[in-house]
């Protein structure tokens, strides 16, 4: 019988510890991607004018008459533009180096963080298209950030590549800085985290004036095929959500006062936590 072969431990080798590479900055590069403009930095389409004024009616109008606006990852400052044209006080948020420098040569107020925004808490936060560059676990920190500067009444609105729709994967992953994929059951889970309640949650909208008004008969008709379409959706595939063939999330967040009184965590002891100078 042939004896087992001998084991002979490998030769010990030293092997050098290599630092990983440092993160690249890809904010310029991202930036020409986007093909944002610097001389278009400001300046809203039709088409983004057109779904600014259609949020503001739908969930807004309630607001006081110039409400205290920020606006987090303005990106080429499509909404502060808007926001300006129509008087209200608006405050940026954005990382992006080249992004700041345009709103400050803008005559906008911005910073990196909403860490160096003081003063009176916000009436209306919007974020457009932010959260899914967040991994998961940074964005209920982050929207508690928010809340803790959001005034009794007020709103945040985001929206978000629709994680539970086929038709958002587009969005999704068609970007290579996402980081996250968010749903509306997801959204519901981590506002409850941090004291804030969905008021609304499904579809993006798609206002029927955007564009010219030749085109109106085309937008009614799209828009009837997917009403259409979703309930016959919800219908075969059931149970599905309300806006599951939007490819974008569009959710409204609220203070939840209820949450507040049970912790005994008042708004104005939220506030207190943080520096109130004026701007």
Not at 168 to 174: E, R
Not at 229 to 242: G, I, M, N, T
């Given at each position: 019988m042939k004896p087992y072969p001998r084991y002979e431990r490998p030769r010990c080798c030293v092997v050098e510890a290599v630092a990983p590479p440092a993160e690249p900055d890809l904010s310029d590069a991202y930036t020409e991607w986007k093909s944002w403009r610097s001389e278009d930095f400001g300046h809203p389409t039709a088409q983004a004018s057109a779904y600014f004024d259609a949020l503001w009616r739908r969930f807004v109008s309630e607001s006081p008459a110039t409400?205290?606006?920020l606006d987090v990852g303005f990106g080429n400052g499509?909404?502060?533009?808007?926001?300006?044209?129509?008087?209200?006080?608006?405050f940026g948020i954005e990382t992006a180096e080249a992004l700041l420098a345009r709103a400050?040569?803008?005559?906008?107020?911005?910073?990196?963080?909403?860490?160096?925004?003081?003063?009176?808490?916000?009436?209306?936060?919007?974020?457009?298209?932010?959260l899914e560059h967040l991994p998961e676990s940074r964005i209920a920190p982050f929207l508690d950030s928010l809340a803790r500067r959001l005034s009794p009444d007020g709103l945040?609105?985001?929206?978000?590549?629709?994680?539970?729709?086929?038709?958002?994967?587009?969005?999704?992953?068609?970007?290579?800085?996402?980081?996250?994929?968010?749903?509306?059951?997801?959204?519901?889970?981590?506002?409850a985290r941090v004291g804030?309640?969905?008021?609304?949650?499904?579809?993006?909208?798609?206002?029927?004036?955007?564009?010219?008004?030749?085109?109106?008969?085309a937008r009614m008709l799209r828009a009837l095929l997917y009403q259409l379409?979703?309930?016959?959706?919800?219908?075969?595939?059931?149970?599905?959500?309300?806006?599951v063939l939007s490819a974008n999330l569009l959710a409204v967040l609220r203070l939840d006062c209820r949450d507040c009184q049970e912790n005994g965590d008042s708004r104005d002891s939220r506030d207190s936590r943080h520096d109130t100078s004026a701007v």
């Open positions: 409400p205290r606006v499509q909404f502060l533009g808007w926001c300006r044209q129509r008087g209200m006080p608006v400050r040569a803008a005559g906008f107020d911005c910073a990196e963080s909403p860490d160096a925004m003081h003063g009176k808490p916000f009436d209306l936060i919007v974020l457009f298209d932010v945040i609105i985001l929206r978000t590549p629709n994680g539970g729709s086929p038709f958002g994967l587009h969005h999704q992953h068609g970007d290579p800085t996402h980081a996250s994929i968010l749903t509306a059951s997801k959204l519901k889970f981590l506002c804030l309640t969905l008021s609304y949650c499904g579809k993006d909208l798609r206002p029927l004036r955007a564009g010219p008004l030749w085109k109106l008969p379409s979703e309930r016959l959706v919800r219908f075969v595939f059931a149970p599905q959500p309300r806006g």
